[in-house]
């Protein structure tokens, strides 16, 4: 009921100001964790009824910010206006009231509870929960009809996808007459056209008067949706622009604090002899689902093979039976040698040592063990390489660090420090460690999954130009990405799976987004 | 077996199922909030203690019920404040206060009354009257009625609170904004946090309620399931009471079920002193196990998959 009262008191206030108050301004905002300074002398204002954009890389201190305006983390100094009048927001409660809503990252449901639960959440009318239930019920029909917001409200959070998902937590803020609404990477998780429903959603929202704070570190979608875009660098805002007269070179420049190359800049491939070979490659899981339908194809030294497709189509199980990670039925040649396919021959181990590398597309699940320092992240599957071992019953720590400290400076790795545990790095910094393990091996074949998933633009060129100069080295790449720019600039040739088969191939060169996106939808080619 | 017999023991399973149900549904409220509790045993045992102790000094055996609860609470606060404010180890909590509770109890109940460490043999008022559910009396008589009403009457008042809690405790679960925030903080402590609503309050809340039933428990294993404190009398009826928890799945109507299985176990156990079967005779031995190896089967998985609350036994903390 009150969170009704201020509402209104709110649309007075600002109806009787002639001049319309910003919806959002900060001032002077600064927050340190310990000896980290996340938000240094931050002030920014956001107009009402607009998309406003923030960019920055990871560790910039975007989310920090908007967990501070959401009441999540308390600022140590910096005022808070919201319409123009001051507000102090102690908690997300206090947040609420003021008419924030927020979607975070990692989302905030009670999986095993329905959509209807969800929403009422902390937000119940009365100590029974029937009237509650019914009324939310109403609303929901209301909003899905207003914002093509549709979700049963009856369906468990588990098994909704995860556009769906993301689609309750905005039902959830919708519900608590949020008239701000942030939202924090929304995409990161989605398939192309959840993404492009979920603008559809945010512009729609927009007509209606509401405000929206966009956090991404994807410029085309800041290019795409908002009308204003803050960049943020270091725990600093270093400017805002409007999104009509600022360019993605420009915002990659002022994000990174020096030139970007957007492009990756390669040569063309001087390909070898045939390094993988695949046929009839067939994997069936344990639900007796068909995930691979015997599929097939080829992969030569010095080239970088691209798998397009939305994720689930496949891409995810190819990796992993070459990876020795899974069991698969058909044939496989390494170098004309058979790879075992099933049995106790076929694991990660074995493959490390037919010299094939695997950068997996999970980093915190498959690449690294978070609460291992750097230096036993970097000879994790390597640990038995004799350098590490100078006797049978000692492994030498002291290598180990001297060899992860000259792997961290050769990849860039910040901080350089090998004894920091790995879930203290950012997720650049992570999937640095993680190629530089694998790669500084030298792989013949280098299996490689979402290199550039959750990782900032700087450090982004710089392992696409690590792999572009693996493959000038002469190795083979197999490179799976949900990304089709990243598919489209590291590639010299192009497959695309839908379904567990490949629906075609072409030359990197040859093709554009459009064409494959037409591909990756399944439609045959004519 | 004759229909008297099997009266007897259902009427026994009832008053034995007791305890357990007050404490299975003690441990299920903490759990559902996310609070893993094995101090369930050491609350028992100390409310029973201090119940059997003020109803002797005091003669009041209502008494006794209320300063039974009082410290089950205290030992659930303390719970609460080592593993939800300070973010402890919730298992080593439960476990310090198991000991503390089996150590404390003998060596104050030695102290105060001199006897061995137990309280002397409660009588008069302050053991816990029963309650004749009406036309008891007249329906003795008549066939099969008059037994199995008999079955239900004639038991202390605890017995029947202890029932009435099943659909309390169901309808606050799953009928009230409190029951979906606690299930929603045992499950996802974040969603809660960012709804604006108190975590640590509603797992507070949660753990004071598991320490009245506690409470409740114990006061009724010394005033009323028997005359007074002997060492150790919980007998292990906390961890019977996690087993039934998850026997149940964490729902209190199975619950219910669960606790009157080991109930009947206990009754039957304490009627036959050995069982003839298929022309074996079972020592009485074998019969009292006969919960604990349930317990142990229950724990052990073959019940099927048990999916506990999924915040359970961590606390919480922002992160990001």
């Known amino acids: ?526 | 077996m004759d229909l008297a017999t099997l009266a007897q023991v259902l009427d026994s399973t009832l008053r034995l199922a007791t305890p357990l149900l007050f404490a299975c549904l003690a441990g299920l409220i903490s759990e559902r909030a996310g609070v893993f509790d094995i101090g369930l045993e050491g609350k028992i045992l100390a409310a029973a203690f201090l119940a059997a102790a003020i109803a002797f000094v005091s003669g009041n055996v209502w008494l006794g019920v209320l300063a039974g609860i009082a410290v089950s609470v205290c030992m659930s606060l303390i719970h609460g404040v080592a593993s939800i404010t300070f973010r402890g180890n919730q298992l080593i909590s439960g476990v310090a206060i198991n000991f503390l509770a089996a150590g404390l109890t003998v060596v104050i109940a030695q102290n105060w009354f001199q006897q061995g460490g137990r309280t002397p043999s409660l009588t008069g008022d302050a053991r816990m009257p029963t309650i004749d559910l009406p036309f008891a009396e007249a329906l003795a008589d008549v066939p099969v009625i008059g037994p199995v009403y008999g079955i239900f009457s004639g038991h202390a008042p605890l017995v029947y609170l202890a029932f009435l809690c099943v659909p309390a405790t169901w309808f606050l679960l799953f009928r009230t904004r409190f029951g979906l925030r606690l299930r929603a903080v045992g499950e996802n402590p974040a969603a809660v946090d960012t709804a604006g609503v108190s975590v640590i309050g509603l797992r507070f809340g949660a753990v004071a309620i598991c320490g009245v039933l506690c409470g409740l428990a114990g006061a009724y294993l010394s005033t009323g399931l028997s005359a007074g404190f002997v060492k150790d009398m919980s007998a292990g009826r906390g961890y019977i009471a996690l087993a039934a928890m998850i026997f149940a799945k964490w729902r209190p109507w199975h619950a219910m079920g669960a606790v009157l299985l080991f109930g009947l176990l206990e009754a039957v156990a304490n009627r036959f002193q050995s069982i003839e079967l298929f022309g074996l005779a079972l020592p009485v031995q074998v019969m009292q196990a006969l919960p604990y190896i349930l317990t142990v089967v229950i724990l052990a998985g073959f019940v099927g998959r048990a999916i506990p609350p999924r915040a359970g036994g961590s606390p919480y903390v922002k992160e990001h």
């Open chain 1, 1 to 526: 009921m009150t969170a009704v009262t201020d509402h209104a008191t709110r649309q007075e206030t600002a109806a009787s100001t002639s001049s319309v108050p910003p919806a959002i301004e900060l001032r002077g905002i600064s927050k340190a964790f310990g000896p980290v300074q996340a938000n240094k002398n931050i002030s920014i204002t956001v107009q009402r009824g607009t998309i406003h954009g923030i960019v920055g890389e990871n560790g910039a201190g975007k989310s920090t910010l908007m967990s501070i305006l959401y009441g999540f983390y308390k600022a140590d100094a910096g005022e808070v206006f919201i319409n123009g009048k001051r507000t102090d927001i102690p908690d997300s409660l206090a947040a609420i009231r003021a008419g924030i809503g927020m979607v975070f990252q990692h989302f905030k449901l009670v999986e095993n509870f329905t959509v209807l639960e969800n929403v009422i959440l902390g937000a119940e009318d009365s100590a029974l929960l029937g009237p509650s239930r019914r009324r939310a019920r109403g609303v929901l029909k209301q909003l899905a009809s207003d914002f093509e917001l549709e979700v049963d409200p009856d369906a468990l959070i588990e098994e909704l996808s995860v556009g769906h998902q993301q689609r309750v937590e905005i039902l959830k803020a919708l519900y608590r007459e949020a008239d701000i609404l942030i939202l924090d990477e929304p995409t990161g998780v989605l398939t192309p056209s959840e993404a492009d429903h979920l603008f559809r959603i945010l512009r729609g929202l927009k007509e209606q008067g509401k405000t929206i704070i966009l956090i991404t570190h994807k410029l085309r979608e800041i290019m795409d949706v908002t009308d204003a875009v803050s960049v943020m660098r270091r725990g600093e805002m270093v400017a805002t622009r409007e999104t009509a007269k600022t360019s993605p070179t420009e915002l990659a420049e002022l994000m990174v604090g020096r030139k970007v190359l957007l492009r990756v800049e390669k040569t063309k491939a001087q390909s070898g002899d045939e390094v993988l070979r695949v046929e009839d490659l067939r994997l069936v899981d344990a639900q007796g689902v068909e995930r691979l339908r015997k599929i097939g194809f080829s992969l030569r030294a010095g080239e970088i093979l691209g798998i397009a497709g939305v994720a689930g189509n496949g891409q995810s199980e190819l990796l992993e039976v070459l990876a020795g990670l899974r069991e698969a039925e058909g044939r496989v040649w390494l170098r004309g040698n058979p790879l075992p396919l099933s049995g106790p021959e076929c694991n990660g181990q074995a493959r490390r040592a037919m010299r094939i590398a695997h950068v997996p597309e999970d980093r915190h699940r498959r690449g690294l063990v978070l609460p291992f320092h750097a230096w036993e992240n970097t000879a994790l599957g390597y640990h038995n390489d004799p350098r590490y071992n100078p006797s049978p019953w000692r492994m030498d720590g002291a290598a180990m660090v001297a060899d992860t400290a000259a792997k961290m400076e050769r990849f860039d790795v910040r901080p350089p420090n090998p004894q920091l545990p790995a879930e203290g790095f950012s997720g650049g910094n992570q999937q640095k460690i993680v190629l530089a393990r694998e790669i500084e091996y030298g792989p013949d074949l280098l299996l490689v999954g979402q290199p550039t998933r959750g990782v900032d633009i700087g450090a982004i060129e710089f392992i696409h130009q690590r792999l572009i100069e693996l493959r000038d080295a002469g190795a083979a790449i197999l490179l799976v990405s949900v990304e089709l720019d990243e598919i489209l600039s590291l590639s010299d040739r192009i497959l695309v799976m839908f379904d567990g088969r490949i629906m075609g191939e072409r030359m990197a060169d040859a093709t554009d987004a459009k064409e494959l996106g037409l591909l990756m939808a399944g439609m045959t080619e004519t």
